[in-house]
Every structure is written in structure tokens, then in C-alpha cells.
């Protein structure tokens, strides 16, 4: 049995990482087949497989990056950033949703979710002429 603990200062942020019920950690356990406990201000996870038990620390420090930026934590977020630091891509989670594109009237910011978003974005800022294709809800009409 693999166990890897961890110390987080902030109490907020656990409950920002975690989810509603939870939710959140509910995705990563499932998938990973690992477990998530919160102590106060401790984290441990274990599980029988040492990697899984890594892919899941990884994952969660990097889910602590974008809440510690303010962004909302949803089960589609853990999952796009479970595939990330799956592919070693775990350093453009870091990239994710700095570039605010304009403000609405309620005060919600305009920004890219994902990697190809981000790129999508700076290929609008560098060129006259942008057209992107692919699948419907990507949020190509969104952010153009």
C-alpha cells in the first residue's frame, strides 16, 4: 500500500480542490483507483499502485495552482487535468485561464479552459484572419 501525505495551509483551498461532496476527489478516486482523505490542514492519499498514488499528488497540486488563482474547480476540470499530468504535460496547467480576454457586464471574465484554447486565443492576437474548426462546444464562438 503506496501513501503520500501532504500539508496544505489553507483550508479554503482544500474545500475549493474537493468539490461539493466531495465530487471532485470522487473523479480522481474512481479513476485512479486511489484514495483522497482531508485531515484539517493534511492531505493523504493512498492506494495499491505506487504510481496511481503519484498521478493523483501531481494531479492535486496542480488542481491547488488554479485555485489558488481564483478559478472554480469542477469535475471537468479534475478530469482535463488528470490527462495532462497523465501525458507529462502537468506544466501548462500553470498556462491555463492567465489571459483574460475582456470582462462581461456581470463581471465574469472571458478566458481559456484548455491548452488548445490558449492556443486558439494567441493565434486571434497574432493574426488578422482566424479560423478554427472542430467539434461544437469547444468554445471556438466563445472566445472569438
Known sequence: MAEITMHIDSID?????FGA??????VLEKT?????LSRETELKVTGSDPAN????M?????LMQLAER???IGTQTVQYVLGLVKDGRQNQVAEIGKDVVCITAKGKPIKA????Q???MKAIGKNTVTIGVGPAGTGKTYLA
Not at 13 to 17: N, P
Not at 21 to 26: I, L, R
Not at 58 to 62: A, E, F, L, P, W
Request: net charge negative; charged share 25%.
Open 13 to 17: 483551498l482544500i474545500m475549493g480542490i
Open 21 to 26: 461532496f466531495d465530487e471532485n476527489m470522487k
Open 32 to 36: 485512479l483507483d486511489v484514495t483522497v
Open 53 to 56: 498514488v503519484e498521478l493523483a
Open 58 to 62: 501531481q494531479t492535486i497540486k496542480s
Open 70 to 72: 481564483g478559478e472554480s
Open 113 to 116: 479552459k484548455t491548452v488548445g
Open 118 to 120: 490558449q492556443t486558439y
